[in-house]
């Protein structure tokens, strides 16, 4: 298909659209982004892009005026379910193509609803409680049913705790509703699995899966595990595809999603996967890159061609190449900082160039004021490594915990977690 020369309207300007930038314009599309930033160094991604507005994502009335004005041939939006909603807003209103078109967002979109399905689908699930059931079994996790990245989530062990945690959820959340579930450490309480699949035409393929490597940073006060880096492809996958992957393919096709790429982030319980988080947009972390550094599979593009054209692409060459059983190792270092203001940052481009990295973000500056002491939104950057050799890989991380630092203003580092490499043996 060729895009050249088509124009693309981006919701949302922040570090992570960059990369659907980059992915438009290998394709040759012109891109235009726009957020409610007034403040660019808040919204990067509008140095990036061809062109730039300071107009909020979710003003669809303004939106659809710059799509008539500019000529816009399509509007994509990542990350974010909120912007996700709006993307389908405004497509309905400009006829555009929308991947969502079709699909139950009410539920996807809602943990407590989806959950629901999964039940009715014979999925195993966690249990869930009520906020005035009087036989909670603790520990518990409360979260806002359509809220992502950790925000407004707590961890809770006796009822005060989980009355203060169900308030502050609710705060988080946009329809001011939370879902109180067991906690569940899993299996194995050090990884937690995730499955991503793309869905072209009606039909939902495996992509690709990783562990989250967790870490619990003992600071307590309800602040959950995070997560220091992940592993492709999940130690879980062959499990996974024998005894569930047919399940939620099924699940999807009874949701109406049609097009466009899922991600499921879960628990293991005795042996099988119990998702814990589905999204139906681009993923944060950007695994993208592993599916295409090795089998050639872009879901970025795809999602790009779907906005312009209707179509993820070519299905017969995307269920060919589509394979999660990569024949590499991947790794993804998550370089988490701790509370303070960064004063300096040294070492990236030396680890950039390092044989079997293979992609490197950076989401802080100098000068970025970091208020708590762990959370998943103080993601500092992130370093993509991949190769056949594993004791490559296990050298490499080992010179990047040494060489990359992130000092505040005075001289303590302020990278915080380690991933062990040494069990990648």
């Not at 693309?8 to 300007?13: M, Q, S, V």
């Not at 929308?98 to 699930?125: H, N, Q």
């Not at 109180?180 to 793309?198: A, K, S, W």
């Not at 309800?222 to 569930?244: C, D, H, T, W």
Request: glycine share 8%.
């Amino acid at each position: 298909m060729d895009l050249k020369g088509k124009r693309l309207l981006i919701l949302g300007a922040t570090g992570v659209e960059i990369e659907i930038i980059n992915e438009a314009k290998k394709l040759g599309v012109y891109t235009i982004v726009t957020d409610n930033h007034t403040d660019w160094s808040l919204a990067p991604a509008k140095y990036a892009a061809d062109e730039a507005y300071d107009i909020s994502w979710s003003d669809i009335d303004a939106l659809e005026k710059i799509c008539r004005e500019k000529n816009v041939d399509g509007c994509l939006a990542g990350y974010s379910e909120r912007r996700v909603e709006c993307l389908t807003k405004l497509c309905k209103r400009m006829g555009f193509p929308c991947y969502t078109e079709g699909a139950d967002l009410e539920v996807i979109f809602s943990k407590d609803k989806f959950r629901e399905a999964s039940v009715k689908a014979g999925i195993p699930t966690t249990a869930a409680y009520g906020i005035d059931d009087e036989n909670i079994n603790f520990p518990v996790i409360v979260k806002p049913v359509d809220n992502a990245g950790s925000r407004g989530v707590s961890v809770c062990k006796d009822r005060g705790e989980l009355d203060r945690a169900y308030q502050a959820a609710c705060k988080s959340s946009v329809s001011s509703r939370a879902i109180i579930e067991e906690f569940l450490d899993g299996d194995d309480p050090r990884y937690e699995p995730v499955f991503f699949y793309t869905i072209h035409n009606g039909k939902a393929t495996l992509s690709n899966s990783l562990d989250r490597i967790m870490v619990d940073f003992g600071f307590g006060g309800g602040i959950i595990k995070q997560a220091v880096g992940n592993v492709y492809p999940s130690r879980y996958l062959e499990g996974f595809m024998e005894k569930q992957d047919k399940q939620y393919r099924e699940l999807f096709a009874s949701l109406g999603m049609k097009n466009g790429y899922a991600l499921m982030q879960g628990k293991m319980k005795n042996g099988s996967f119990i998702c814990v988080d589905l999204g139906f947009r681009l993923e944060g972390s950007l695994s993208f890159h592993y599916s295409d550094f090795i089998n050639g599979v872009n879901v970025v593009q795809m999602m790009i061609r779907h906005a312009l054209t209707g179509r993820m692409g070519d299905d017969r060459l995307i269920e060919e190449k589509d394979d999660p059983r990569f024949s590499k190792t991947g790794v993804t270092l998550t370089l988490l900082a701790t509370k303070g203001t960064i004063a300096s940052i040294s070492g990236l481009d030396e680890i950039s160039r390092e044989s079997c990295v293979i992609y490197v973000t950076q989401k802080m500056r100098e000068g970025t004021v970091c208020t708590l002491p762990a959370d998943y939104s103080q993601v500092f950057g992130r370093i993509y490594l991949c190769s056949e050799d594993r004791q490559e890989l296990i050298r490499t991380i080992d010179r990047i915990y040494s060489t990359v630092k992130v000092l505040d203003e005075n001289g303590n580092n302020m990278l915080i977690g380690r991933y062990d490499a040494y069990e990648l043996k």
